[in-house]
């Protein structure tokens, strides 16, 4: 028989004392509702399985590898480190320094600002057309 209680390799592990998945679950949890990212999404962009980004956005009840938390920030745009730093010292809620963007998260949202301006300026171009061909149209 075996003992229930023995760790298996890499997934038994209960979390070290000084981590905050909580906090991990709370910035991956706000991440993915900002980016409009479900869990299936997250999981293939990440390379991580839909029930391990579950469990993180639950709190985690158990250890996951470093590894892990470096591909899903990477997925969310966030610095590699960025997930590991929350489990290891989540900043205090309204700190203003820790609510500050990282040079790039910044430049991430500036192509994304530019891509969408890029997008409009089409659309507009084309509605621009649409009325242009619509007016030669009518005036005969």
Do not use: C
Not at 41 to 52: H, I, M, N, R, Y
Request: hydrophobic share 40%; charged share 25%.
């Amino acid at each position: 028989m075996s003992d229930r209680k023995a760790p298996r390799v890499y997934t038994a592990r209960g979390p070290a004392e000084g981590e905050d998945w909580a906090a991990v679950a709370t910035a991956l949890n706000e991440r993915m509702s900002n980016r409009r990212i479900g869990q299936q999404q997250l999981a293939e962009l990440s390379g991580v399985s839909v029930s391990t980004v579950r469990l993180l956005q639950h709190g985690a009840g158990r250890r996951v590898q470093n590894k892990t938390l470096v591909s899903i920030a990477r997925a969310l745009e966030w610095p590699d480190d960025h997930l590991i730093q929350v489990l290891l010292s989540a900043p205090p809620v309204g700190d203003h320094e820790a609510s500050e963007l990282t040079g790039r998260e910044i430049l991430t949202i500036l192509a994304r600002v530019e891509d969408r301006l890029t997008e409009i300026v089409t659309r507009l171009a084309a509605v621009e057309q649409a009325v242009t061909s619509s007016d030669e149209r009518t005036s005969f």
